[in-house]
């Protein structure tokens, strides 16, 4: 831009041979100094607006604490995964992971271990489920694992290798060693489900199950917990419809 308009004042000093004119090439080097560090400040800016948007985006959607997903990232994997496969063949598993006797870890050895635990269990989670397609930490101690094109036997395989890892003993400092354990809920798509929430709720209901059956252990979703969901969603959707509805 600045060479198409100053371009031509140069020639047409150099021809025009007034002495008083070529004060013009002092400004022209000048403007021309003065705008290209403007263009240089203003692309620093640009830059760092897009660099503080994308990782405001990544915050968003990714947990503070492990780097894994949170729960805006799950739901949009999840509901992206569900569109993707509508009227496909392959199955989809969502497993819900709950530690358990992790209080007591917070009770001893304070937060600051509790959130060393945390981190250590999603490292694990990150080695041993290479070809997960998402695992993400939704709150607390729980955590959710999403697998696609698997069998409701090969998901159930899955939550025996999660227990068997997480239930290990986890160092989490010279002096502090510590033994949790962890239940596991699983919701099938499409068998339970097509949608993100009511998987989610299922798979939850499923997790409830494991947890009353001695914890530890992991349930593929039953009829039981498929009620128990759907009725917790409608309790739910009625609980905020608007005053005056009729359900």
Do not use: W
């Not at 503070?64 to 496969?85: F, I, P």
């Not at 997960?132 to 090969?154: C, K, M, N, P, S």
């Not at 199950?209 to 759907?230: F, I, V, Y």
């Amino acid at each position: 831009m600045m060479l198409l308009s100053l371009g031509p004042i140069v020639p047409a000093v150099a021809v025009a041979r007034q002495p008083l004119l070529y004060l013009l090439f002092l400004q022209i080097a000048l403007y021309a100094s003065a705008m290209t560090a403007a263009a240089f400040r203003l692309n620093k800016a640009l830059v760092a607006v897009m660099h503080s948007k994308h990782e405001s985006d990544y915050l968003a959607r990714h947990d503070a604490l492990t780097g894994l997903s949170n729960r805006a990232g799950l739901v949009d994997m999840l509901e992206a995964k569900l569109g993707a496969r509508k009227g496909g063949e392959r199955s989809l598993a969502l497993l819900f992971l709950d530690l358990d006797h992790f209080k007591p870890v917070n009770d001893t050895f304070g937060h600051g271990m509790g959130d060393r635990l945390l981190k250590l269990i999603a490292e694990k989670l990150l080695l041993m489920l290479p070809e997960a397609d998402l695992i993400a930490r939704i709150g607390g101690d729980e955590f959710v694992v999403l697998a696609d094109d698997v069998t409701a036997e090969q998901a159930t395989a899955i939550g025996r290798d999660i227990i068997e890892v997480v239930t290990g003993p986890h160092t989490l400092d010279e002096q502090v060693r510590v033994s949790v354990g962890v239940s596991v809920g699983i919701a099938m798509a499409p068998e339970h489900g097509n949608e993100a929430v009511t998987l989610l709720a299922i798979a939850d209901a499923a997790l409830y199950e494991a947890k009353s059956s001695g914890k530890s252990c992991c349930r593929m979703a039953s009829m039981d917990a498929n009620l128990a969901a759907l009725r917790r969603l409608k309790d739910e959707g009625a609980a905020f419809a608007p005053f005056g509805a009729v359900a």
